[in-house]
C-alpha cells in the first residue's frame, strides 16, 4: 500500500473525500467488530525495529498520518495532549507516519518535541495491515492486544470520542489486572 503525495488533481478529490470523513467520527464502531490488532513492525525516529507487541498490557491508540494530510496536522496535537493526560494511568499514543519521503515527515516534526511514541512505515505495511481506508485513520486497542474502536479522520467530536473510549478501556484496566 503506498499512500504517498498525491498529485495536484489528486489532491482536489482528496480534500473532497478528507471533508466528508469530518462528518464521520465513530459511527462505524457501532457495527465495528472487536479483532485482534495485526503484528506490525514500523521504525523510530533513529530507524530501530519497533513493534505494537511492547505495547501489550496498555491502552494503545494507533493513529497513521501523513505531512501531507490536513486533519492530520490538526489532530496531532491533540493525540500528544491524550499520550501526556493518560499515560500515567496506561495508554500510549503511537502515531505512525506514512509518508514515502522521510524529509516530508521531518520536515513536519521539526521544532515538535512530541511525547506520544512517533514511529515511521514509508512503505505502508502497517496501514495496509490495518486496512486503512482514509487518512487520519486511528485505533484504539485493548490491553489484551484487541483493535475495539476506530475512527477515520478527526475534528472535535473526535477528541470526545478518543476521551470517553481511552477511560473506558482504562477503567476496564482494574479488571484486567485483577484476571
Known amino acids: 500500500m503506498t499512500l504517498s503525495r498525491p498529485c495536484a488533481p489528486t489532491r482536489a478529490l482528496l480534500a473532497v473525500f478528507l471533508l466528508a470523513l469530518f462528518s ?9 467488530k472487536v479483532s485482534p490488532a495485526p503484528a506490525i513492525s514500523v521504525k523510530d525516529k533513529e530507524g530501530h525495529p519497533r513493534t505494537l507487541s511492547e505495547f501489550k498490557g496498555r491502552v494503545v491508540l494507533v493513529d497513521f498520518w501523513a505531512s501531507w494530510c490536513a486533519p492530520c ?15 500515567d494511568s496506561g495508554l500510549d499514543v503511537v502515531a505512525i507516519n506514512v509518508d514515502e519521503d522521510a ?7 521539526a521544532g515538535k518535541s512530541p511525547s506520544m511514541n512517533v514511529f515511521f512505515d514509508p512503505q505502508g505495511r502497517s496501514p495496509e ?4 481506508e482514509g487518512m487520519p485513520s486511528s485505533f484504539l486497542i485493548d490491553r ?14 473526535t477528541r470526545t470520542d478518543f476521551r470517553r473510549e481511552i477511560r473506558l ?11
Do not use: C, W, Y
Not at 464521520?24 to 465495528?32: D, G, Q, V
Not at 478501556?169 to 484476571?179: F, N
Open 73 to 87: 496536522k490538526a489532530s496531532f496535537p491533540a493525540l500528544d495532549s491524550l499520550h501526556e493526560e493518560f499515560h
Open 129 to 132: 495491515a490495518f486496512k486503512v
Open 24 to 32: 464521520r467520527t465513530s459511527a462505524a464502531n457501532e457495527t465495528f
Open 103 to 109: 524529509k516530508s515527515a521531518r520536515a513536519f516534526l
Open 169 to 179: 478501556l482504562l477503567g476496564e484496566g482494574s479488571d484486567h489486572a485483577s484476571k
Open 144 to 157: 489484551d492486544g484487541n483493535i475495539r474502536f476506530r475512527h477515520m479522520g478527526f475534528n472535535d467530536q
